[in-house]
């Protein structure tokens, strides 16, 4: 294989290591180009060779919505070694991509400044959950973001007014590497944040499956369905292929019983698309990330 990093350069060079480690369904092989790099300019660095050798770059948080297959010559790029910030400043937290959700909603709690608790139980990163617009309980993600700070594709450190980037379903127009995000929180005292924490932990242990790893939802909500009642009603509650597994509680968390495969899980998302479609005539869009 042609040497594309220079090893001199980068403490943190990870290539050939397996991505299983990093998958919240364990479910992934060995990577052509990883990397977790421990600075910034370190991460430019990387993201600057790779952008001039044509490849794609893809960084990678808690992993909680990534199916990794055959990832190819794409650059795998580890949000866990860069360094961690969480700066107050009344109700603005300026805090790192790398912080876990339920990690940041603590310790905001110590501040008395909440309005996340929906998206408590969530096993993402702060940066993962802003690039997809993570979204629960009729809130989003979107609505408490005022500013995000990105490495562009030339490298480059950049500020972004939040109001400048526009955000969909699961989608925001910015695809740079999202280095800190800027917060603004509610006041809130720390009893009502744990309250809400424990209002919203017992309607997803209610509704969703937790006894297994999942992606969460599989797919996105058509207009006007939800995906796991159209994929229930097409007879698939309790599916099984290999080692994964349609979840009987809730038909759009796809589950890993143990031993689950790339290719399992690959076959039970074409089932469920091709069965929804063929009996409902709709087509179902993957919420998962599938890097193949
Ligand atoms: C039990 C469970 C419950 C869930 N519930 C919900 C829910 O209620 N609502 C919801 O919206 N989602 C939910 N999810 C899905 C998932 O947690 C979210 O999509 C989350 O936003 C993914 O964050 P992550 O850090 O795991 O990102 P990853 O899975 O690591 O990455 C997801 C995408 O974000 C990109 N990305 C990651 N980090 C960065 C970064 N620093 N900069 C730029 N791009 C980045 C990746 O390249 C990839 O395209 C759930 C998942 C599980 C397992």
């Given at each position: 294989m042609e040497k594309v990093f220079d090893s001199k350069f980068l403490t943190s060079n990870l290539s050939g290591s397996s991505l299983k480690r990093y998958s919240n369904i364990s479910i992934g092989s060995k990577a052509t180009y990883l990397f977790a790099p421990h600075t910034v300019s370190e991460l430019a660095e990387i993201i600057r060779t790779a952008v001039q050798n044509n490849l794609e770059v893809v960084p990678i948080g808690g992993c909680s919505n990534i199916l990794f297959g055959n990832v190819g010559n794409r650059v795998i790029i580890s949000d866990e070694n860069l360094p961690k910030i969480c700066e107050i400043n009344g109700n603005l937290a300026h805090v790192?991509?790398?912080?876990k959700i339920s990690t940041f909603i603590e310790e905001m709690k110590k501040h008395d400044l909440?309005?996340?608790?929906?998206?408590?139980?969530?096993?993402?990163h702060l940066g993962g959950t802003v690039h997809m617009n993570a979204g629960a309980f009729d809130k989003c993600l979107s609505s408490y973001v005022e500013f995000i700070e990105v490495i562009d594709r030339k490298s480059n450190l950049k500020k972004i007014p939040f109001n400048e980037v526009e955000c969909q379903y699961r989608h925001i127009s910015v695809q740079d590497f999202i280095l800190n995000v800027g917060l603004r929180l509610e006041s809130k005292s720390a009893q009502e944040i744990s309250s809400e924490i424990g209002r919203i932990m017992a309607l997803r242990k209610e509704r969703h499956p937790y006894d297994f790893p999942s992606l969460g939802s599989t797919f996105k909500n058509p207009d006007g369905y939800f995906a796991g009642i159209l994929i229930r009603d097409c007879g698939l509650a309790g599916k099984r292929i290999g080692d994964a597994q349609i979840s009987?509680?809730?038909?759009n968390f796809f589950l890993?019983?143990?031993?689950?495969t790339f290719q399992d899980y690959k076959a039970l998302i074409a089932l469920a698309q091709k069965e929804v479609f063929e009996q409902k005539g709709i087509k179902l869009e993957l919420e998962v990330k599938v890097l193949n």
């Open positions: 790192s991509c790398n912080y909440g309005g996340l608790e929906f998206l408590a139980g969530i096993p993402a009987e509680k809730h038909s890993n019983l143990g031993q689950a």
